[in-house]
């Protein structure tokens, strides 16, 4: 069973980048799928971008594409999403999760492993 703790949020600036990771243990990493997956004030889970466990195969949210990149090194154990151009409704609590298997599907349903999650505020 792989365990999952995020890092990197904060507060920034409207515009302003941050980038996220996702550090994972206690289990091969490079058997997982990985997500990230955002919930903001009051709403539901929102599906953000995924990479397969190769790093071959990634996805954006379409309304994030263009501003937020996936990737992950796998020496390190780790995922990141690195987030430009921050908009006031990315606001939210960022999520990694992980899957294991070659399946990269996108509803956060289908991932078993997730982290605490980290707090970003996008605010001026």
């Known amino acids: 069973e792989v365990q999952l703790v995020e890092s990197g949020g904060g507060l920034v600036q409207p515009g302003g980048s941050l980038r996220l990771s996702c550090a994972a243990s206690g289990s091969t990493f490079d058997d997982y799928a990985m997500t990230w997956v955002r919930q903001a004030p009051g709403k539901g889970l929102e599906w953000v971008a995924l990479?397969?466990?190769?790093?071959?195969?990634?996805y954006v949210a379409e309304s994030m594409k263009g501003r937020f990149t996936i990737s992950r090194d796998n020496a390190k154990n780790t995922v990141y999403v690195q987030m430009n151009s921050l908009k006031p409704e990315d606001t939210a609590v960022y999520y990694c999760?992980?899957?294991?298997?070659?399946?990269?599907?996108?509803?956060?349903?289908?991932?078993?492993?997730w982290g605490q999650g980290t707090q970003v505020t996008v605010s001026s």
């Open positions: 999760a992980a899957r294991s298997g070659m399946a990269v599907p996108t509803s956060p349903d289908n991932y078993a492993f």
């Open positions: 990479v397969s466990w190769t790093g071959d195969v990634t």
